[in-house]
C-alpha cells in the first residue's frame, strides 16, 4: 500500500487529493467561524453581545450567512465585462486557498514541502492584488475603480519592505525551505533579534489582507464598498470568503517567520508534550485576534497617510535592519552554512 501511493503516479494524485482535502475542508470551516469569532470579538469590546439567536450562543450563524448568500440573486451590470466580473472573484479566492500547498502546520505536514516555499508565497500574496484590479475594472463603475487603484498603489508601497523583511529572514534561516525556517528557530523565535522588522511585517499583512486601519481600497465613506459595490450574492460571498482565508494565511505566515511555527515556547518538557499543530494553531488564533483587536481600536488612514507609512518609515527601517543584520550575522560567523 506504502508503495502504492509514493512510487505510482496514480497514488501519487490520490494522496495529494486526500492531503488537500484534510487541510482545505478544516481551513474552510475555520474561515466561515473566524467571521462568527470577529463579530463576537468586536461586540465584547463594544459592550455588545453579537451573534445570539441562531443556534447555542449564535453558532449557526456562518451557516446560516452561507445560505442567504446562497439564495440570493447574482446580479451582474449590463455595461461590465462578464467574464472578467465572474472571474475576479474566483482568482481571489483561489489563490487564498492554493497558498497553503506550502505551509507546514507540523513537522513534514505540508502538502508540497518545496525548497523555495518562501518565494511560492511571496508570489501568491503578490498576485491577489490582480483579482481586486480586474473586479474594479470589470466592473465598469467608477467607484470600483477607484477602489482597484487604490489597491495598486497600496501593494506598491508595502510589498518592497515586505521583501526586505522576508531576505532578513532568509540570511538568518539560510534556506528557502518553509519547514527550514521553522527549525532553525529551535534556539531563540526570530520575533525577538529581528523583532522591528516582525512588527513591519505584521503590520503591512494587515494592509496585504485590506483590513483596517488599511481598508481604504474598501472605504464605505468616500467610495461606498470600493472594489466590490457591484458584486452581490455568491459572487460577493467569495470576495468575503478570499479575504478572511487571506487573513488565516498571513497568521499563518507570521506565525512561520517569526513566531517558530509548531515549535513550543521556551522549549521546556511541559509544552513540548502538547502536539506541534496545537502551538501552530494556537499562534495563527493569537495573530488572528490581534486583526480584529485592530480593526475594533484602530480608525482608518488617509491614502496618504499609508503612502507616508510605507515609502518613509517601513521602507528606510526595513533596508537598515536588513543592513545592519547581514553585518552582524558576517561579523560574528553566524551566516548559516548552506
Not at 503590520?203 to 485590506?210: D, K
Request: contains cysteine; neutral net charge.
Amino acid at each position: 500500500m506504502y508503495a502504492f501511493f509514493h512510487d505510482t503516479n496514480t497514488g501519487i494524485v490520490i494522496l495529494t487529493f486526500a492531503e488537500s482535502l484534510a487541510l482545505l475542508v478544516p481551513l474552510l470551516i475555520s474561515v466561515a467561524y473566524l467571521t462568527y469569532a470577529e463579530r463576537k470579538v468586536l461586540a465584547a469590546m463594544q459592550l455588545r453581545k453579537g451573534p445570539n439567536i441562531v443556534g447555542p450562543f449564535g453558532l449557526w450563524q456562518p451557516f446560516a450567512d452561507a445560505l442567504k448568500m446562497l439564495m440570493k440573486e447574482t446580479i451582474i451590470p449590463s455595461g461590465s465585462n462578464r467574464f472578467l466580473f465572474l472571474l475576479a472573484p474566483m482568482l481571489t479566492f483561489s489563490l487564498a486557498m492554493v497558498a497553503w500547498a506550502v505551509i507546514p502546520v507540523n513537522n513534514g505536514w505540508a502538502i508540497a514541502d518545496i525548497n523555495v516555499g518562501i518565494l511560492y508565497l511571496f508570489a501568491i500574496s503578490s498576485l491577489g492584488v490582480y483579482g481586486i484590479i480586474i473586479a474594479g475594472w470589470a466592473s465598469n463603475s467608477k467607484y470600483p475603480f477607484l477602489g482597484a487603484l487604490r489597491a495598486a498603489a497600496q501593494m506598491v508601497s508595502y510589498e518592497v519592505s515586505m521583501g526586505f523583511v522576508l531576505v532578513t529572514v532568509l540570511l538568518c534561516a539560510g534556506s528557502l525551505n518553509l519547514t527550514q525556517i521553522v527549525l532553525s528557530q529551535r534556539t531563540v523565535w526570530y520575533c525577538v533579534p529581528l523583532f522591528p522588522m516582525f512588527i513591519i511585517f505584521f503590520i503591512s499583512t494587515l494592509a496585504e489582507c485590506n483590513r483596517s486601519p488599511f481598508d481604504i481600497a474598501e472605504g464605505e465613506s468616500e467610495i461606498v464598498a470600493g472594489f466590490f459595490a457591484e458584486y452581490s450574492a455568491m459572487s460577493f460571498a467569495l470576495f468575503f470568503l478570499g479575504e478572511y482565508a487571506n487573513m488565516i494565511l498571513m497568521s499563518a505566515m507570521t506565525t512561520i517567520l517569526f513566531l517558530g511555527g509548531w515549535l513550543a515556547p521556551f522549549g521546556v518538557v511541559p509544552f513540548t508534550w502538547v502536539p506541534g499543530v496545537i502551538w501552530f494553531v494556537l499562534k495563527v488564533c493569537a495573530c488572528l485576534f490581534v486583526f480584529l483587536w485592530v480593526r475594533a481600536t484602530m480608525p482608518r488612514f488617509r491614502y496618504d497617510q499609508l503612502m507616508r507609512l510605507g515609502w518613509k518609515v517601513f521602507l528606510p527601517i526595513s533596508l537598515l535592519w536588513l543592513v545592519l543584520t547581514a553585518g552582524v550575522l558576517t561579523a560574528f560567523g553566524w551566516l548559516p552554512n548552506t
